[in-house]
């Protein structure tokens, strides 16, 4: 009984095609991705009397085909990967930064006290 289902499962294995995955192109990796407010750079537009930019959320440029579109048209490698993300991570947690100097200070002083 088990040589069958085994001989029944080895000839369906040249039947079984491997798929694979293929890799989208995703946002957080593009240069045009500000990561702080999921925006893309390379939508938006110019308020004309102040001046100030307004920029297309990454999910939409990517839902729209006249954009970004799923296929990410206007995708590029962000190749300063080294300096934005560190960028944004302190953004978001500035307010941490001065916490954490002083506890490290404290630490020292408590460390070399004689």
């Known amino acids: 009984m088990k040589i069958k289902s085994i001989a029944a499962f080895l000839a369906l ?10 890799q989208k192109k995703l946002c ?4 045009f991705f500000i990561a702080n ?3 893309c750079a390379k939508f938006g537009s110019t308020d004309l009397v ?12 990517r839902n729209y085909d006249k ?7 206007y995708f590029e490698e962000n190749t300063m990967k080294i ?4 960028y944004y991570h302190i953004l978001k947690y500035w307010y941490l930064y001065p916490t954490i100097s002083v506890y490290i ?3 020292y002083v408590i460390a070399h006290e004689k």
């Not at 294995?13 to 293929?22: A, K, L, N």
């Not at 954009?67 to 048209?73: F, L, P, S």
Request: proline share 7%; glycine share 4%.
């Open 67 to 73: 954009k970004c579109g799923e296929d990410a048209k």
């Open 37 to 39: 407010n999921n925006e």
């Open 28 to 31: 957080k990796d593009c240069k």
């Open 83 to 86: 300096i934005t993300v560190p």
């Open 105 to 107: 200070l404290w630490i």
């Open 50 to 61: 102040t001046g100030k930019n307004t920029y297309d959320y990454a999910s939409s440029a």
């Open 13 to 22: 294995i040249p039947s079984i095609r491997p798929t694979r995955i293929t």
